[in-house]
């Protein structure tokens, strides 16, 4: 999980070769984004612990 960015971006891939059609490259590939899945099960773990704790909460006060 090394190629997440300060702004919350992310890629998995890297354009190797210096040059493409004449354009830079050698940079983070945008539209690689399979860490996305990692975010998205990470944030939906923690939710379900979030819903757990609270739901704990509410049967310790009873």
Do not use: I, K
């Not at 090394?2 to 059609?21: L, Q």
């Amino acid at each position: 999980m090394a190629n997440y960015h300060e702004d919350g971006s992310a890629t998995c891939a890297f354009v190797m070769p210096s040059t493409v059609d004449g354009r830079r490259a050698q940079a983070a590939d945008p539209l690689a984004n399979d860490q996305d899945w990692h975010l998205v099960l990470w944030m939906q773990a923690q939710e379900q612990s979030e819903q757990a704790t609270a739901s704990a909460m509410c049967l310790d006060e009873r």
